[in-house]
């Protein structure tokens, strides 16, 4: 500062300056040259010298007060933090009313009448379900003609409950109903009823009622009805919460039912192991229909449904991929032909074939495969755990049939693909063997028999995992739920309510002694080591097979189940 300064005293001392404007408040002066230049140089609190000097060379010199610009600058901003105060206020006040205005108007948003859409939907349209169907009939005739119940003095049940695995048709069939009968169908997702404000819920099922008396007779279709109706008082502590108010709201509506009033609800839920009591009793939902996955003929049919806007070749027989896809649901068999239409689409074809078609069928068995490795080393002994388990699958009994093998992998993991059709009469009847289900155990351990045949105890790899973990499941379903084992014909692992409810968290899972515990793990053992000792028993005498099948199969990458058994009949035929 002090150098600047005295360059500005100098500079007056030799007529280089021809103004100078002084500025008491910030202790600045703004100095204009004679070459026109202005600048701001600091000068001490209250300098009289920059006064006398300035008058001794009779420099002009004008003081500029600027308090003025100051309290106008101070107004300006003190009115714009006040009107951004206002603003925000007035945001906050508009929020709360129409955040207000939402809770008000949630019950009645969210309950949808669907007197069109209901109608598109006929029995005709539920392929595959013909017994629910059937069994839901007196539900329709009571919607269309109330007055021959009315007059035998029957009562219709007030509540339906389609309980189903999910993609089964459960909300199709219910939308069947209101079409079959011609009446109006309120939808709502159970999950609706519960916001973050306790009561909302409640109210939203009154209204929801209320209409639906309105517009009597009609269906109410509930979907996933488990969101709310689970168990009340489960959970630690207890609690009076949102979704119980909602619950004990449903209750008192369908209690509040007159008999034959037009008003049926349906329900819907994949877990009804969780529900509350309360809701499943007589007077309630006191019908429950069983929608299972379909079988070989009801999968035909759903095919058939779903094949009409697909534009598939004359070669394609849906009978045969109904065998193919034991386990689907109607929902998967109409995503398998939707994704075989995408294939075909992105190949530039006009009709679908059997290729696209066992495209899509890996896609939804597998989801997106991936390639093998490229390290001959390691592809070969991922290819010794594919053969490995294929020909043990192929030498001992099994109602499952070999499909594919495959290096190609699924995400997370790395021993490949090999793929066996379930038996459809087994999961028809949902009856296991003692014999059916040691021969899964041992067909899981195949991989590991054979690395062990092939590259020793000490060179195994964890590429078997998932098979591991299949045996020691179904080793511990032997023991503790089927009683297949030495222990004898006990059920250890009884059934629990699940573990969400809280009722098991508190207390002791295990019903039995830590002897007895120590029994069943030595007879998962015992299990496992028999399968193993099975496994390599099975394939000791045929490495020569599987070094041939393993050079076909790094080559080709892929072998059809046809090929491998010709090649197995040729070998044991030979030996």
């Not at 949102?242 to 877990?271: C, K, Y």
């Not at 992105?346 to 679908?352: M, Q």
């Not at 755990?385 to 997370?412: N, W």
């Amino acid at each position: 500062m002090s150098k600047s300064y005295s360059q500005l005293l100098r500079n007056i001392e030799s007529g280089e300056i021809i103004s100078i404007i002084l500025i008491p408040n910030r202790r600045e002066v703004l100095v204009k040259f004679v070459n026109g230049e202005r600048k701001l140089i600091p000068i001490f609190f209250n300098d009289q010298k920059i006064l006398r000097i300035s008058e001794q060379y009779n420099v002009p010199l004008t003081v500029r007060d600027i308090r003025s610009e100051q309290r106008l600058a101070n107004i300006i901003t003190g009115s714009g933090l006040t009107l951004l105060f206002v603003l925000s206020l007035t945001f906050l006040i508009r929020r709360s009313s129409k955040l207000l205005n939402n809770i008000q108007s949630f019950s009645t948003r969210s309950s949808q009448v669907r007197d069109e859409d209901a109608r598109k939907y006929s029995f005709d349209d539920v392929a595959g379900l013909n017994e629910e169907s059937e069994e839901l009939k007196e539900i329709v005739t009571f919607l269309r003609n109330p007055q021959l119940l009315i007059d035998l003095g029957a009562i219709t049940p007030k509540g339906v409950l389609l309980v189903g695995p999910p993609g089964t048709g459960k909300t199709l069939l219910a939308r069947a109903i209101a079409g079959e009968a011609n009446v109006p169908f309120f939808s709502i997702s159970a999950s609706e009823f519960v916001e973050m404000f306790v009561g909302v819920g409640a109210g939203r099922v009154r209204d929801l009622f209320n209409s639906a008396k309105s517009k009597s007779p009609c269906i109410v279709f509930i979907d996933e009805i488990d969101s709310i109706g689970r168990q009340r008082g489960a959970g630690i502590g207890g609690g009076n919460d949102e979704r119980e108010q909602t619950l004990n709201q449903l209750l008192t509506e369908m209690d509040g039912f007159e008999s034959n009033n037009g008003v049926i609800v349906i329900a819907a839920t994949n877990r009804p192991d969780v529900l509350d009591q309360a809701l499943t009793r007589p007077g309630r939902f006191d019908r429950r229909i069983e929608i299972s996955l379909p079988d070989r003929k009801s999968r035909y049919k759903i095919l058939s449904v779903h094949a009409r806007t697909k534009r598939l070749c004359d070669s394609v027989n849906l009978m045969d991929w109904a065998t193919k896809t034991p386990g689907f649901s109607g929902a998967d068999l109409q995503n398998l032909l939707n994704e075989a239409a995408i294939y075909t689409a992105r190949k530039n074809k006009s009709l679908i074939s059997s290729i696209e078609l066992d495209k899509a069928l890996d896609k939804a068995k597998f989801g997106i495969l991936s390639k093998p490795l490229s390290d001959l080393t390691k592809k070969r002994q991922i290819a010794y755990q594919i053969i490995g388990k294929t020909l043990v699958a192929l030498l001992i009994p099994t109602q499952d049939k070999l499909e594919k093998i495959s290096l190609f992998k699924s995400f997370g993991d790395l021993s490949g693909m090999t793929y066996f059709t379930p038996d459809e009469e087994t999961l028809d009847s949902g009856l296991l063997t003692r014999s059916y289900i040691y021969s899964k155990i041992v067909i899981s351990l195949g991989p590991r028999a054979a690395e062990i045949i092939v590259f020793g105890s000490k060179e195994v790899t964890q590429g078997s995992q998932k098979d591991l973990e299949n045996v020691y499941f179904w080793a511990n379903q032997m023991v503790t739920k089927f009683g297949f084992s030495d222990l004898g014909p006990i059920a250890y692992n009884s059934k629990k309510d699940s573990i969400f409810l809280g009722k098991d968290i508190l207390k002791n899972t295990k019903e039995y002694s830590q002897k007895t515990s120590r029994e069943i793990d030595k007879q998962i053992l015992s299990i496992a080591n028999k399968a193993i000792n099975h496994a390599i028993t099975l394939l000791s005498d045929k490495v020569s097979l599987m070094d041939n099948l393993v050079e076909e199969l790094v080559v080709n990458e892929t072998l059809e189940s046809e090929y491998v058994i010709k090649s197995l009949n040729a070998y044991l035929s030979r030996t």
